[in-house]
């Protein structure tokens, strides 16, 4: 098999039909053999169905069918886990990614590339949610302890060993792109317009999203920890600073008694209090995620497959 196209699906009825003709068309013109990997990530609408009668009229296209609804990254995990091509592309159901440019894609892989990942020059969104976008990705990129690419997206395309590397990865929290740019190999990002999605409603809404950039930020960095430390030094010299402004007002000041000492310790104790419950919110999202690899839980549950 040359190659293999991973695509998760979730309520995408709508896409279907169109997502598979033009992956299809884009791989045709390769002349080569190829499959097309459907995760359905328990879809409820009539998705399961479509998906079998494109596998009835096209035995390129393969099934991976969850129990129930994991998440896109873990069906993308599955994905990369059952593939069996060359090159191995990872492409979102909703068409903002055009599959016209897999072709392009490829070639660099045939120039010695081991990554290929997409660069979003422009995003047809919402205004408040691609200033989110760019905020998050400038942000995981500062504090990052490795090199995430600005602006890329999961949508990429690897050789074998770079599948390979990512499938020995055992953390089940799993931030691809930040994954994929950790194993390293050698990458190169191609620029391209991302489209507004094809048809229906995003399956991302903004509670998705945040776990997302959670996961993302909490896997690849130490700096939410090291910044509580220094949060904790502020707010020490800060009360220790407190301390001696009182002292020298009950000493050193006729007026101490017009001095409202009430209001000096609600507002300590409220601060104090704030940066703690900040710091255990932070420890307990790093704690969250050694609870879910301490559990060693598979990822996902398969409840059917065709085509494999």
């Not at 993308?76 to 492409?91: E, F, R």
């Not at 047809?124 to 989110?132: Q, W």
């Not at 993302?216 to 010299?237: E, K």
């Not at 969250?288 to 598979?298: G, N, Y």
């Amino acid at each position: 098999m040359k190659y293999s196209v991973i695509l998760p699906v979730y309520n995408e009825e709508e896409n279907l039909s169109t997502l598979y003709d033009r992956v299809s068309d884009a791989l045709k013109k390769l002349k080569c053999d190829y499959e097309l990997i459907f995760v359905n990530d328990g879809s409820r609408d009539h998705t399961p169905e479509l998906l079998n009668k494109l596998h009835s009229k096209d035995k390129s296209v393969k099934i991976i069918n969850f129990s129930r609804n994991f998440g896109h990254q873990t069906a993308v995990t599955a994905g990369l886990q059952h593939c069996s091509g060359d090159y191995i592309a990872i492409m979102d159901a909703d068409l903002q990614d055009p599959p016209e440019i897999l072709a392009q894609f490829f070639a660099k892989l045939d120039d010695d590339y081991d990554v290929v990942y997409a660069i979003r020059t422009k995003r047809k969104e919402s205004y408040l949610k691609r200033m989110g976008y760019d905020t998050f990705y400038r942000f995981l990129h500062f504090i990052a302890n490795i090199d995430i690419p600005l602006d890329s997206g999961d949508f990429c395309v690897m050789n074998k060993k770079v599948v390979a590397a990512l499938n020995s990865l055992p953390e089940r929290n799993r931030f691809v792109r930040g994954l994929r740019s950790w194993v390293g190999f050698r990458q190169i990002g191609i620029e391209y317009e991302r489209a507004s999605r094809h048809a229906g409603e995003s399956k991302y809404p903004i509670s998705k999203l945040f776990k997302l950039a959670f996961d993302g930020i909490f896997s690849f960095s130490y700096v939410p920890l090291q910044m509580m430390f220094v949060v904790g030094f502020i707010a020490i010299n800060m009360s220790i600073l407190a301390t001696i402004w009182v002292i020298y007002q009950r000493f050193f000041t006729e007026n101490y008694a017009q001095v409202p000492g009430f209001a000096t310790t609600v507002i300590l104790v409220t601060f104090i209090g704030g940066v703690q419950l900040f710091s255990l919110g932070v420890v307990g999202e790093y704690m969250k995620r050694m609870f879910d690899e301490i559990k060693q839980r598979p990822q996902y549950i398969i409840d059917s497959t065709s085509g494999f």
